[in-house]
């Protein structure tokens, strides 16, 4: 039976593979590498380039970097073609992490279409979105540490104003209170003297020593207690009775005096001398004295039978009756 299959024909030669039919063609006829991008996703990676260029200048300015995200209703056919760098670009937001070599070679062999030009614009709006949104946070901060300080500043202020006011008020509290207190020491002072002139005014010229007594022996007086007569006014008073100048004088004699006992005698500006004997006690021994001023204390010392004081006045160093002197001089006893 005749076979329907042709007979070898001896034109065709065996194929007997060598090693030069075995290496890969090289020139035109090389295969591209199988990349499934479609031009959907590979307008999302020049849109993804372009937004993270957008966080680069951001970060260039001094600005903090714009996040970059995917949007969530991306379809899966075009994240699935992402290249890997684009990928992990997209998930870091870094664009320093994007392998320039995928991205070049995605944009090379794209073509824009409008699914991509939308989501290019998606992204790109995003970005200046969140550009703005940072700028604002930054003035927003900036504006709350401009009145954080300026209300410590206020405060501040308000601080140094009271201490101020405080300090004004307490000069012039402190300013009223010395004007009062010299003013009070003035009225003082000008009370006293007036005091001073009003008795002044009133203190006669001349006074009796002393008061409380009694005329107990008067002058030329005649006795036994005197070796002639009585050369004085004995005016008679309890022992510490206060004995006082009869006028304006100086203290020239003081103390003991013999049968005169403690004696004081002032000489006065007309050089009359006026004595003050048989004291117990002398006050003021030397010095310049007023009419009335106190100097001793009627005492019983000397030649006495009893306390009392022995009054005289000499003229030219001759005793005269201190009656008469006194009367002479408008003073009753």
């Not at 024909?9 to 991008?37: C, F, Y």
């Amino acid at each position: 039976m005749a076979s329907n299959q042709p007979a070898p024909s001896s034109t065709v030669p065996a194929w007997n593979p060598t090693e030069e039919d075995l290496a890969p063609i090289r020139g035109r006829h090389r295969l591209p590498k199988q990349r499934m991008i479609s031009r959907g996703s590979t307008v999302l990676g020049v849109a993804t380039v372009a937004a993270m260029g957008v966080g680069g200048v951001a970060t260039a300015q001094g600005k903090n970097p714009v996040p970059i995200s995917v949007p969530q209703d991306l379809p899966s056919s075009v994240a699935a073609d992402l290249p890997d760098a684009v990928t992990d670009a997209i998930e870091d937001d870094a664009a320093s992490d994007v392998d320039d070599s995928a991205v070049s070679d995605t944009v090379v062999s794209a073509q824009a279409t409008d699914p991509g030009e939308q989501l290019r614009a998606r992204i790109l709006a995003q970005a200046e979105q969140q550009q703005a949104s940072a700028v604002d946070a930054d003035r927003a901060a900036a504006e709350k540490t401009a009145a954080e300080a300026a209300a410590k500043e206020a405060a501040a202020r308000k601080v140094r104003e009271a201490a101020a006011e405080k300090a004004a008020a307490e000069k012039a509290a402190a300013e009223k209170a010395a004007a009062e207190k010299a003013a009070a020491e003035k009225a003082e002072q000008e009370r006293e003297a007036a005091e001073a002139a009003a008795r002044a005014a009133a203190q006669p010229d001349y006074v009796t020593p002393t008061t409380n007594y009694t005329i107990s022996a008067t002058y030329g007086q005649a006795g036994d207690y005197w070796s002639a007569d009585h050369t004085g006014l004995d005016f008679a008073a309890p022992s510490g009775t206060a004995v006082r100048a009869v006028a304006d004088g100086e203290i020239t004699s003081a103390g003991w005096a013999g049968s005169y006992g403690y004696r004081i005698v002032i000489t006065h500006a007309d050089g009359t001398e006026t004595w003050y004997c048989h004291l117990s006690s002398i006050t003021v021994t030397s010095g310049t004295v007023n009419v009335g001023d106190t100097i001793g204390r009627v005492g019983a010392t000397g030649n006495v039978t009893g306390p009392h004081l022995h009054f005289e006045v000499r003229i030219g160093g001759s005793p005269v009756d201190p009656a008469a002197w006194l009367n002479e001089k408008g003073v009753t006893y």
